[in-house]
């Protein structure tokens, strides 16, 4: 089921319960798509608990089809324990990866599987790519509000953490842009670490650094 958030300002702004609403982001004048859901309680505990040291972390341009291997070879290499929540994040992402490369219509990916801190800040802003895909597995998730001047929104909402969402960005073909910015949450927000998923695109891989690159 899909549904806009309220009229006017956020208007641009289309939630869903399914994660096939992601597509929405393809309807016109949709600048975001945001699947709302609960986090698994077992999960989130595992995942909130776990060492910070212990986070899968990496950066890879790859298949989508490629990402469930590729992120369980990785969860080995940064000593993230084995076992069913490990199964439940590596499946996720494989899931959403899938998702995403439908939606966009490309063959490959730039994932990025990264912790942050609390002493990270980035002001409000528009992803400089075409689209992106973001979800906060751990720690409080993205902030978004729409700007009429591209200063910072007057008010903001914030995905609920595991909801994944597609963002417009810059070269989005669709023009005028919504004004609708995003951040990662502020200082005073954070709770210690956050991990957060982000993918991106990749329609020319050949033109793409060879570092970190799987076909």
């Known amino acids: 089921?899909?549904?806009?958030?309220?009229?006017?300002?956020?208007?641009?702004?289309?939630?869903?319960?399914?994660?096939?609403?992601?597509?929405?982001?393809?309807r016109p004048g949709c600048a975001a798509a945001i699947c709302e859901r609960s986090p698994l309680?077992?999960?989130?505990?595992?995942?909130?608990?776990?060492?910070?040291?212990?986070?899968?972390?990496?950066?890879?341009?790859?298949?989508?089809?490629?990402?469930?291997?590729a992120l369980a070879e990785i969860a080995d290499v940064?000593?993230?324990?084995?076992?069913?929540?490990?199964?439940v994040l590596v499946d996720d992402v494989s899931a959403l990866s899938a998702i995403f490369a439908d939606v966009m219509r490309c063959d490959f990916l730039r994932l990025r599987l990264e912790m942050t801190s609390a002493s990270e800040e980035l002001d409000f802003h528009v992803n400089d790519g075409m689209a992106q895909l973001?979800?906060?597995?751990?720690?409080?998730?993205?902030?978004?509000?729409?700007?009429?001047?591209?200063?910072?929104?007057?008010?903001?909402?914030?995905v609920p953490t595991s909801s994944p969402m597609?963002?417009?960005?810059?070269?989005?073909?669709?023009?005028?842009?919504?004004?609708?910015?995003?951040?990662a949450p502020r200082v005073a927000d954070t709770q210690g670490a956050r991990l957060e998923l982000t993918l991106d695109p990749v329609f020319e891989p050949e033109?793409?650094?060879?570092?970190?690159?799987?076909?």
């Open 1 to 26: 089921m899909l549904r806009e958030i309220g009229q006017g300002t956020m208007d641009c702004v289309v939630r869903s319960s399914s994660p096939d609403g992601l597509a929405a982001i393809r």
């Open 41 to 69: 309680r077992d999960f989130q505990s595992w995942i909130n608990e776990l060492a910070p040291d212990h986070l899968p972390r990496t950066r890879l341009i790859l298949r989508a089809e490629m990402v469930c291997d």
């Open 78 to 87: 940064c000593g993230t324990p084995a076992g069913r929540e490990r199964d």
């Open 134 to 158: 973001i979800c906060t597995y751990r720690g409080i998730g993205t902030q978004y509000g729409v700007s009429n001047d591209g200063g910072n929104p007057c008010s903001f909402s914030t």
């Open 166 to 183: 597609i963002l417009r960005g810059a070269h989005w073909p669709e023009t005028p842009m919504s004004g609708l910015l995003y951040r």
């Open 207 to 215: 033109k793409e650094p060879h570092r970190h690159f799987l076909h």
